[in-house]
């Protein structure tokens, strides 16, 4: 596991004023199939998992190589807010042996990963007609405020003293969620 050595500094800070606190944003769970009748399945799998009507992305430009044409719906995918946000997450990072990598999380704090069969989630049944799908989650973290930079009036820049660092995020999540956070993916030990 990850050393974080101003842990104690960001839980100190946190409970002396509750408006640095961390909290999950928002939750983005997409599949990308490629289109056709893959992609009508896999909005089913995301309906099923989330509760949601999926969205569908729509490829930007023409690759020949893969069959996909400008404009074609070739993904989908959902936005998860407040507890159906946290509730997921928790389900998915289960699915991940609540273990994340360093190399998963940006220079804001968020972070992302993937589970490549949705059948790891727990709760999910496996149904022939569906299939097995791989899905990539991203995940927002930020602190409250963050609403200044996107709202329609006023709109303004977040200060750097409020923006939240990678480890500050890692110690939230790992805190709030008991992940396990390492530099490198552990070596797997197989008995045969």
Known sequence: MIDLPNERLFKADWEHNPMRKPFVAKVVVDICTGGGEPLSRASTILEELTGQIPTQ??????????????KEPIAVRVTLRDEKAEDFLSRALQAKEKILLVRNWDDDGNFAFGISEHIDIPGVKYDPQLGIQGMNITVCVERPGYRVKRRRRRRTKIPYRHRLTPEESMAFIAERFDVEILEKERERTYLF
């Not at 690759?63 to 400008?70: A, K, L, S, T, W």
């Open 57 to 70: 992305s729509r490829a930007r430009q023409t690759v020949r190589d893969f069959g996909i044409r400008r």
